[in-house]
């Protein structure tokens, strides 16, 4: 819990430079420190871990597979038209 | 089993289940498959700012730099506190000390209102500068920066889409927080049986981690910011 204090002050610090890697890397761990102690997941039963686990999984596999699509589309305009 | 146990399971324990630990498992995993609908949810959105993110970067930039930093940040420590007193509030009702709980969820509610009053504020701040997408749009200097306004307009339709969505569930969770405090007040909850206030407790802090994504995507992108 102090830790999520000092992850929150920790982003202050970080706004001077622009770094989304930091920023995005700063929430996860908030983020995971919400999950596994806020939200008990830490002490809860292998069926809750999975369920978990398996929502991120997805998320990042549908976003993933969407940016592959839309961040490859200017490859394939053709140079000579 | 003992007399106590077989009071609570006269008292809590619905009939299709065997027995508390199961009950209790079984709303646990319902809440958690739950929150995976809702991670689906947001995630469309979440997918939607990515694609234009990546598409339009200068108008991101160009947006992002009109919000008011501070005003976030303050937002994201005040709904980390009130996950903060949610969690002990979860914990009390574990214990079974029903007053406390009842204290700390009320801090919940305060600091939910704490974060839907600072939100209003950004929004009536964004609303006077016509910075709400549709025909009186407004973004100056956007042709100085060389951005088609246009295209800040689609990061403030996603900044009001997103943030807005995320006021919405703030709203629904002071509704549940507020509808604990009453049940936990009337004396319906025990260490034996506090689903609800769990599963409530998981709701809020979900709504915390939107936030928790939301604030860095959409206020931190660029290094400029008028403070």
């Avoid at chain 2, 689906?40 to 009109?66: D, I, K, N, P």
């Avoid at chain 2, 501070?70 to 214990?95: D, E, F, H």
Wanted: proline residues 2%; negative net charge.
């Amino acid at each position: 819990m102090v830790l999520t204090a000092t992850t929150v002050f920790a982003s202050f610090i970080e706004l001077g430079d622009w770094n989304i890697v930091l920023a995005l890397t700063i929430a996860t761990i908030k983020a995971t420190l919400v999950v596994l102690f806020f939200m008990h997941l830490y002490y809860s039963t292998k069926l809750t871990k999975v369920t978990m686990i398996a929502a991120i999984f997805f998320l990042f596999l549908l976003l993933a597979l969407s940016m592959t699509d839309y961040l490859t589309r200017a490859w394939l305009t053709n140079p000579g038209h | 089993m003992a007399t106590s146990d077989i009071e609570i399971a006269e008292h809590a324990l619905q009939h299709h289940f065997a027995d508390m630990d199961q009950q209790k498992e079984s709303s646990t995993f319902g809440m958690w498959l739950f929150l995976v609908t809702e991670i689906m949810f947001f995630g469309g959105l979440f997918c939607a700012y990515l694609v234009y993110r990546a598409t339009y970067y200068q108008a991101f930039v160009e947006g992002s730099q009109t919000m008011n930093i501070w005003l976030g940040a303050t937002n994201t420590a005040v709904l980390i506190c009130s996950s903060l007193s949610m969690a002990l509030g979860v914990r009390c009702a574990q214990l079974g000390k029903t007053r406390m709980m009842v204290v700390l969820l009320l801090i919940t509610i305060v600091f939910g209102f704490a974060f839907l009053g600072i939100k209003a504020i950004e929004y009536h701040e964004h609303w006077t500068n016509h910075q709400f997408p549709g025909p009186n749009f407004q973004f100056e200097g956007a042709e100085a920066a060389g951005v088609n306004p246009q295209n800040i307009q689609i990061y403030f339709s996603l900044y009001w889409a997103m943030t807005g969505l995320h006021a919405l569930h703030m709203v629904i969770g002071i509704g549940l927080v507020a509808w604990i405090v009453i049940a936990g007040w009337r004396g319906a909850y025990s260490p034996d049986y506090y689903s609800p206030v769990e599963n409530v407790g998981l709701y809020w802090h979900f709504v915390d981690l939107v936030w928790i994504y939301l604030f860095p995507l959409l206020y931190l992108i660029s290094k400029k910011h008028g403070g």
